[in-house]
């Protein structure tokens, strides 16, 4: 397989008009990751930059990832595979479905292997890929949501996506990002990129016990790089993909407002956090923050099934 070097996304840079923002005096710019393409979206593209260099580097045919039935992951690899011409297989959760996500999978051309729920929680452990990679032998295995230093290091390249758009806004700089987690390696990879520059500040997507912390550690001790320079806050509304009421209701009002599509197991989670953290006096009056729309749009389809 080759890497797909010719191609470089942009994302534009927008201000957030909110009436919170402006009664608090925060300033807000959305980086639009949901519109670097209607397929590989998001800061999935980000994560899988680097884990297809190396794919490509050490001559593998295709690579190996998992994820669920609505995995956006998964979504983003197996349409690049299609685009760029390598091949994927998907390794999913629980029993065989048939979401419109699976389906545009299979469309893809991503093969399916389903797991179960037991044999999908065995993910982490000892000799899980063994199997796979003797089935498999000349895949390059990615971590579910294309995680790892490799994810990490892909994601830093948000820093320059942005870095020329600042001035448009007529903002000398900023004071720090805002993004929902939900394994925790975008967030890494710009505390990385940051190098202590401007802090990262997460909305942790899911309860304590996915370990988004401790991956977040795990990343920037590899890269010898002291923790630090981040702030997680607990957005998971009490676990993952759950929704409520009072959550549906500000995404609605935030769309209608700003005209900016969310979905509420990150984007949405992360700005409804982002609304508390204001009114609760968290930044002072003058703060510029970066907020990354981290995309998953496709997943939305997920909600009205």
Not at 124 to 129: I, L, N, R
Not at 237 to 257: H, M, N, Q, S, Y
Request: net charge neutral.
């Amino acid at each position: 397989m080759r890497f797909p070097s010719h191609w470089r996304p942009q994302a534009p840079l927008q201000p957030l008009h909110l009436d919170w923002l402006d009664h608090a005096g925060v300033e807000v710019a959305v980086l639009r990751l949901d519109l670097i393409d209607p397929r590989i979206s998001g800061n999935k593209w980000f994560k899988l930059i680097e884990h297809l260099r190396f794919a490509s580097e050490s001559g593998a045919k295709g690579v190996i990832s998992l994820g669920g039935a609505w995995s956006n992951h998964l979504h983003a690899l197996a349409a690049a595979g299609k685009r760029f011409g390598f091949t994927t297989v998907g390794l999913l959760r629980g029993h065989p479905q048939d979401t419109s996500t699976v389906q545009d999978l299979q469309a893809f051309g991503m093969q399916l292997h389903w797991l179960g729920y037991g044999g999908y929680r065995d993910r982490h452990q000892p000799g899980f890929w063994q199997p796979w990679r003797e089935r498999y032998p000349d895949f390059h295995p990615m971590p579910e949501g294309g995680g790892a230093v490799l994810g990490a290091r892909g994601c830093g390249q948000l820093l320059a996506l942005v870095a020329g758009q600042l001035e448009a806004l007529g903002w000398p700089d900023h004071d720090g990002w805002w993004l929902a987690c939900g394994t925790g390696t975008t967030l890494a990879g710009l505390v990385l990129a940051e190098a202590g520059s401007h802090p990262v500040l997460g909305v942790l997507a899911v309860p304590d016990d996915h370990g988004v912390a401790q991956q977040v550690e795990g990343i920037l001790s590899e890269c010898g790089m002291p923790d630090g320079g981040y702030e997680l806050f607990d957005g998971s509304r009490g676990g993952f993909a759950k929704v409520d009421p009072t959550l549906l209701a500000f995404i609605d009002a935030t769309e209608r407002a700003s005209g900016i599509p969310l979905e509420p197991l990150y984007t949405g989670k992360a700005l409804l956090a982002l609304k508390q953290q204001v009114q609760a006096g968290r930044f002072a009056t003058g703060t510029r923050l970066i907020f990354i729309h981290t995309g998953g749009l496709q997943g939305r389809r997920g909600l009205s099934s």
